[in-house]
């Protein structure tokens, strides 16, 4: 059974920063696209930042470029998002998800491209 499992949120500072980390039991990530989608209360789930399994350059939210960098571990089977200068509007509960690889450089962050979902981990910006 194909499982993901996020870490590394909690509760930080305005301007303070976070590595959450997706592993991955059942399946290897490197052959997947991966995202990180978060949903705050009340609101939509969005598209943080979505990797190909292809390469190229990640895509990112326009909320988070040059804040957050998403970058995959092989050697760890992780898929991690550092997010610095963290905001109180950064708060939501985050979650990584993994799909069938379309073989492309760039890769969508729609939510419906997107097969297998770990549970999420809340991250809180807070003073």
């Known amino acids: 059974q194909l499982q993901l499992v996020e870490s590394g949120g909690g509760l930080v500072q305005p301007g303070g920063s976070l590595r959450l980390s997706c592993a991955a039991s059942?399946?290897?990530?490197?052959?997947?696209?991966i995202g990180w989608f978060r949903q705050a209360p009340g609101k939509e789930r969005e598209g943080v930042s979505c990797?190909?399994?292809?390469?190229?350059?990640?895509n990112y939210a326009d909320s988070v470029k040059d804040r957050f960098t998403i970058s995959r571990d092989n050697a760890q089977n992780t898929v991690n998002l550092q997010m610095n200068s963290l905001k109180p509007q950064h708060t939501a509960v985050y979650s990584c998800?993994?799909?069938?690889?379309?073989?492309?450089?760039?890769?969508?962050?729609?939510?419906?491209?997107?097969?297998?979902w770990g549970q999420g981990t809340q991250v809180t910006v807070s003073s």
């Open positions: 998800a993994a799909g069938n690889p379309r073989l492309v450089l760039f890769r969508s962050c729609a939510s419906f491209e997107y097969d297998y």
């Open positions: 990797i190909s399994s292809s390469g190229g350059n990640p």
């Open positions: 059942g399946f290897t990530l490197d052959y997947y696209d």
